[in-house]
């Protein structure tokens, strides 16, 4: 079974400056897909940024981008110029692609706090 | 365009009750997946519909069980509820049931407390 695993229940990051955040994952599979949510206090999961397996560009989305390493199964999220909105749990998630199913395994989450 | 729709937001019942949740989707998606996030945890995946019929399941046994109308629309419902389902229940929709759909846009979650 696939696992996802964030090691750092929580990180604090000034405003204006960088923050990564870590996220591992366990699989026997070659093709699959990876995503970093965000959620809020509202609880609405919002979606980061995502990155096929095949692609081994890196994802990039305005401030927000990845660090994508096949074959050490790791995949971090860089924010940069951290904003005060960018504050709140962030999930990192794993999907391998099916006919019929797309399930997303998620790890347990990371707490960013933003201090201005 | 409305996004994924949940109702209700919060809901209080007892041991040992019954509870249906609901589930709208973004307009032109035609797939439903449900989740239960326990505070301070992850999202676990309880199962997918998609043509209305149960596509996908994960690790939960029979008391949660669901249904997808010809509209899209889907329900989950709980039986013989425990303390441990209280948690916040999340409807996700996406346009389509696999493959190389990625894209899945979430609902704000149903609050649930069993007490």
């Known amino acids: 079974a696939q696992t996802v695993t964030q090691s750092q229940p929580e990180m604090s990051v000034q405003e204006a400056e960088t923050v990564t955040l870590s996220c591992t994952y366990d699989?026997?599979?070659?093709?699959?897909?990876l995503f970093w949510y965000k959620q809020p206090p509202s609880r609405q999961m919002i979606l980061v940024i995502r990155?096929?397996?095949?692609?081994?560009q890196n994802a990039t989305e305005n401030r927000f981008s990845v660090n994508f390493q096949k074959a050490a199964k790791s995949f971090s999220l860089k924010i940069s110029d951290s904003q005060l909105g960018d504050a709140a749990m962030y999930f990192c998630a794993y999907r391998k692609p099916m006919e019929y199913g797309n399930k997303l395994v998620f790890g347990a989450g990371t707490i960013l706090r933003v201090k201005s | 365009d409305a996004g994924v729709t949940q109702s209700p937001t919060h809901l209080i019942k007892t041991r040992g009750q019954q509870v249906t949740l609901r589930c709208s989707p973004k307009s032109g998606h035609d797939t439903v997946s449900w989740y239960q996030q326990a505070l301070g945890q992850g999202p676990q995946f309880i199962f997918q519909y998609y043509e209305e019929e149960e596509r996908q399941r994960g690790n939960f046994p029979d008391r949660f069980s669901g249904h997808q109308f010809p509209n899209y629309s889907s329900e989950l419902n709980v039986n013989a509820l425990l303390l441990g389902d209280s948690a916040l229940y999340l409807c996700?929709?996406?346009?389509?049931?696999?493959?190389?759909?990625?894209?899945?846009?979430f609902g704000q979650g149903t609050r649930l407390t069993v007490v």
């Open positions: 996700a929709s996406s346009p389509g049931p696999g493959g190389l759909v990625t894209e899945a846009f």
């Open positions: 990155q096929e397996a095949y692609k081994q």
């Open positions: 699989t026997s599979e070659s093709d699959y897909y």
